[in-house]
């Protein structure tokens, strides 16, 4: 289970590795572009049920800790899908890998 820190918080945020790494080519890219925009995922099974989201902009420190030390191998298409929320009104809205 990865982590993300966002900002001043010292309260992390608990996302699966692989989603994480995914998520983390998303936002450095918009981040590069100087582009603002929203992530949201659900709370981790042993987090008290709910959802959050984030607005992301790129005056706001961010850190990415992987557990794994080892990058998993990327799935174009779920990045693709990614970025394509990045860019609707929605955001990002972080949930299970497709593998179809």
């Known amino acids: 289970m990865g982590t993300m820190y966002y900002g001043g918080s010292a309260m992390p945020i608990r996302i699966a590795d ?10 450095a890219t918009k981040l590069r572009r100087s582009e603002s925009f929203t992530v ?5 099974d042993d987090e ?9 902009h790129p ?3 961010l850190r990415f800790v992987f557990e794994d030390p080892q990058p998993p191998q990327l799935n174009r298409a779920w990045i693709e899908e990614l970025a394509k929320s990045a860019n ?3 955001g ?4 299970a890998e497709d593998l179809g």
């Open 88 to 90: 609707a009104t929605g």
């Open 18 to 27: 692989r989603a994480l790494a995914h998520l983390k080519v998303v936002v």
């Open 48 to 56: 008290p049920p709910g959802r959050s989201t984030l607005w992301v």
């Open 59 to 61: 005056s706001i420190a």
């Open 92 to 95: 990002i809205a972080l949930g």
């Open 40 to 44: 949201s995922w659900q709370h981790a």
